[in-house]
């Protein structure tokens, strides 16, 4: 099996892009009077960005990571949730993204074509 530097590196620089998104999310949100935005306003960034980050991953062919898409997710729709009040009941929106999670893996995550040279098989 060959090691594929070039994926490390491109998995290794779109994680420290998203960590440095994060924590200048945060912080930005920390310079804001307390009580001046809805708190689910750090759910809703914070899950877009590891969503966008595990989407970049699998466009780069870089690996993502299917608990963290799902964990994005959960904190998207959970964030705009509490924003408009409602209440989601939680195992049957655990399932669909799950659901969801799985679709993506399916689509990122194909298979690889093995070739097989005639002179081999004789």
Do not use: C
């Not at 804001?32 to 595990?54: K, Y």
């Not at 904190?75 to 509490?82: K, P, S």
């Amino acid at each position: 099996m060959e090691i594929n530097y070039d994926r490390i590196k491109t998995r290794k620089i779109i994680g420290r892009m998203g960590w440095a998104l994060f924590f200048v999310f945060t912080g930005v949100l920390f310079l804001f009077p307390s009580g001046s935005i809805n708190d689910s306003v750090w759910l809703i960034g914070t899950g877009s960005i590891i969503v966008v980050i595990n989407f970049l991953k699998g466009i780069f062919r870089a690996g993502i990571s299917g608990f963290a898409f799902f964990v994005g997710f959960i904190m998207i729709f959970y964030g705009i949730a509490n924003i408009i009040n409602q209440h989601i009941p939680f195992w049957p929106f655990i399932i669909i993204l799950l659901g969801v999670v799985i679709i993506f893996k399916a689509i990122f995550d194909s298979p690889q074509i093995v070739k097989i040279d005639k002179k081999e098989e004789e």
